[in-house]
């Protein structure tokens, strides 16, 4: 029942940015955490940042530090991740997810996807 769609992604160049959209549907998300990842070509996929929906606290993977920044609009069920300074080794398909409590690293503890949204950096 609980839909997510990603939307956002696209062709940009090295140092561009993009900012992308997870519109969450289907029961209310109190006590729930929302988080992107991103699965480069031929790599695992990997925690990117999450945000809890009721508080608004954020969490980043190191190596997202600084570049993203992720952000919730409670009034329009979703989600914005905004990716800056994008790099070449930024390109993946990103992913919006959700769990309920706080946010984990672990793909596997989320139980809810969407499809994904293509993020390609040229150089």
């Known amino acids: 029942q609980v839909q997510l769609v990603e939307s956002g992604g696209g062709l940009v160049q090295a140092g561009g940015s993009l900012r992308l959209s997870c519109a969450a549907s289907g029961r209310t998300f109190s006590g729930y955490n929302i988080a992107w990842f991103r699965q480069p070509p031929g790599k695992e996929r990997e925690f990117v940042a999450a945000v809890s929906w009721s508080g608004g606290s954020t969490d980043y993977a190191d190596s997202m530090k600084g570049r993203f920044t992720i952000s919730r609009d409670n009034a329009k069920n979703t989600v914005y991740l905004q990716l800056n300074s994008l790099k070449p080794e930024d390109t993946a398909v990103y992913f919006c997810?959700?769990?309920?409590?706080?946010?984990?690293?672990?793909?596997?503890?989320?139980?809810?996807w969407g499809q994904g949204t293509q993020v390609t950096v040229s150089s």
């Open positions: 997810a959700v769990r309920y409590g706080a946010y984990a690293l672990s793909q596997w503890a989320y139980a809810y």
